[in-house]
């Protein structure tokens, strides 16, 4: 990301843009784009408006709120799409190695959008005596890092093992997908 800071001569504009080449077609309200790349919101509104100028973002509005999307006829949409995209194994490693730093995960798997798959979800994670509040905050840091929601799931030892042997359909359509195990330490059969 650092690169982008320097390419683009500020923080606030690489994070804005990620958001909306990570989620393409999506439109997002400026309160989404200020969660999710943690900016305050007259930077964001003037980041926004820079872009929407620039032609790379359009912007619409509905219900009274604006909403500002990915401009798909832009010139360069291809070329920043690439260097955007040359990014998601960096916030794989980034991802993996803040997953590692909570104790008492046995077994974590990450699929569905870091993957670029179809799984019901992006995060599983396994363990015991995890702390809520430290996943909150994870979870909270990985939306900020991959510029949108994350949907996950977290589950006991025992939980995760019952609803294995009965052959679960969530956590059977969850392993049959495409996915990358992070940690490993509950052996499946």
Known sequence: MKILEKLFNSKIRPRILRIFFSNAGKDFSIKEVIKFSKSPKKTVETELNRLNKIGILKKKTQKRKRYYFLNEDFSFKDELEKIFLKLQPLLLREIEKKIRQIKGIEFCLISGYFLKTSSP?????????????????????????ASREIFWSCMSEDEFKLRLQMNDKFIREVLSCPHRKIIDKIRLR
């Open 121 to 145: 979800i992006d995060l599983l994670m396994v363990g015991k005596n995890i702390s809520q509040l430290e996943i909150n905050r994870l979870v909270k840091k990985l939306e900020i890092d």
